[in-house]
C-alpha cells in the first residue's frame, strides 16, 4: 500500500519567515495531494491540493510543487504569522474511493 | 450545510465496557471514513465506505472493532470490548463522488478508556 513520509516533525520560524515542509510518497499510481492543517482540539481542514497533472500551485501565502519522477511534493508557507501555528498533514491519494494515506504530520510554531 | 457531525465529542468509559462512535457525513457525499489518531501513530485509516458499502476494513485494529453504514446518513463505529490501548482521537471524514475530491473531517470524539 501507500506509505508517506513528512519531514520535518517540528518545525519553528520567526515572523515573516518562510516554512517548508517535504513529503515523499511510495505508490506511483498516487494522482491527488492535499495538504491539511490540525488546529489544537478540532479536525483537519484541507488547506490546498495539487493534483499529478500540475507541477504547482499557489494560493495566496502558502504553495505546493509536486515532482511526480521523484514522487515528493513540499508545502511552502511565506510570511509566517502566529495564526499560522498549527500540525501540518500531508496526504496522497491513490485511484481507490478516495482513500487518503497520511503523513506523521509537522508542528508549526511561529513566533512572534 | 453543518460539516460532517460526530457524537459524542468526549467518551470516557471503562475497560471492558461498550463503546459506539457516531458520524453524520455531509449530504451527497458518498465515501465515508473512520480515522484514528494518536500521538505514536500519527491519523490511521480504520475503514472506508463507498455508497454505504464497506470498501477497506484492513486498518481495523481487531475483532473488537466494527463500523456499520445501514444509511447514507449515518455510521457507527464499535469497540468491544474496549481497552486502555483504544484511547485516542476518532475522526470520521466524508467526501464526494470519485477521487480527487476534497475530504471534510469531523470534529472528532477523544475516547478515553480507564
Known amino acids: 500500500g501507500e506509505n508517506v513520509e513528512q519531514h520535518p516533525s517540528t518545525l519553528s520560524v520567526q515572523e515573516g519567515d518562510s516554512a517548508v515542509i517535504k513529503c515523499t510518497y511510495s505508490d506511483s499510481a498516487s494522482n491527488y495531494f492535499p495538504w491539511y492543517k490540525q488546529e489544537l482540539g478540532k479536525g483537519p481542514q484541507l488547506i490546498i491540493d495539487i493534483r499529478s497533472n500540475v507541477g504547482e500551485k499557489k494560493d495566496q501565502r502558502i504553495a505546493v510543487t509536486l515532482n511526480k519522477t521523484a514522487k515528493h511534493f513540499s508545502l511552502h508557507i511565506t510570511e509566517t504569522q502566529p495564526e499560522d501555528s498549527a500540525v501540518y498533514f500531508c496526504?496522497?491519494?491513490?485511484?481507490?474511493?478516495?482513500?487518503?494515506?497520511f503523513g506523521q504530520g509537522t508542528i508549526l510554531t511561529v513566533h512572534p | 450545510d453543518a460539516g460532517v457531525i460526530q457524537s459524542p465529542r468526549h467518551e470516557v468509559t471503562e475497560m471492558g465496557q461498550e463503546v459506539t462512535l457516531r458520524c453524520k457525513p455531509i449530504?451527497?457525499?458518498?465515501?465515508l471514513f473512520w480515522y484514528r489518531q494518536t500521538m505514536m501513530r500519527g491519523l490511521e485509516l480504520l475503514i472506508y465506505f463507498n455508497n454505504n458499502v464497506p470498501i477497506d476494513d484492513s486498518g481495523m485494529p481487531e475483532d473488537r472493532f466494527s463500523a456499520k453504514m445501514p444509511n447514507a446518513s449515518f455510521s457507527t463505529l464499535k469497540i468491544q470490548p474496549s481497552e486502555p490501548r483504544d484511547s485516542a482521537v476518532y475522526f470520521c471524514?466524508?467526501?464526494?463522488?470519485?477521487?480527487?475530491?476534497?475530504?471534510?473531517f469531523g470534529q472528532g470524539t477523544r475516547l478515553t478508556v480507564v
Open positions: 496526504a496522497a491519494q491513490g485511484t481507490s474511493y478516495g482513500k487518503l494515506t
Open positions: 449530504s451527497g457525499h458518498n465515501s
Open positions: 471524514a466524508s467526501s464526494g463522488q470519485g477521487g480527487d475530491t476534497e475530504a471534510f
